[in-house]
Nanobody, 128 residues
Framework: QVHVVESGGGLVQTGDSLNLSCEVY????????VGWFRQPPGKEREFVAS????????NYVDDVKDRFTISKDDAKNTVYLQMTRLKSEDTAVYYC?????????????????????WGQGTQVTVSS
């Protein structure tokens, strides 16, 4: 079973940058991608971005498309989320997870998790 460990969160100011890391353990041969998610205070967890293991294909929700960059290091089984021009609305607990698939329909993404379990996440707080 896949196990992930998120790190890199912190307290920053509006306009600052932050780099998150997601270490993936127990990756299976059927694993399609890794996705980053976030859960703002009082809201549900939402998909943010993903990157496929094969080909490095990336997907982003519109709100972060021009500000966040997802990348991976295959040798380290690690996926990164570089966040720039942070806004207060980016404040959330950020999670990563292994994806079995990802569909895009009517302007929204529907990720399919490889396992329905989550790590502890990493807190990102953007102060204005």
């Amino acid at each position: 079973q896949v196990h992930v460990v998120e790190s890199g969160g912190g307290l920053v100011q509006t306009g600052d940058s932050l780099n998150l890391s997601c270490e993936v353990y127990g990756r299976s041969s059927h694993s399609y991608a890794v996705g980053w998610f976030r859960q703002p205070p009082g809201k549900e967890r939402e998909f943010v971005a993903s990157i496929s293991w094969r080909g490095g294909w990336t997907n982003y929700v519109d709100d972060v498309k021009d500000r966040f960059t997802i990348s991976k290091d295959d040798a380290k089984n690690t996926v990164y989320l570089q966040m720039t021009r942070l806004k207060s609305e980016d404040t959330a607990v950020y999670y990563c997870n292994a994806l079995r698939g990802l569909t895009y329909l009517s302007g929204s993404y529907t990720p399919e998790l490889e396992y329905d379990s989550w790590g502890q996440g990493t807190q990102v707080t953007v102060s204005s």
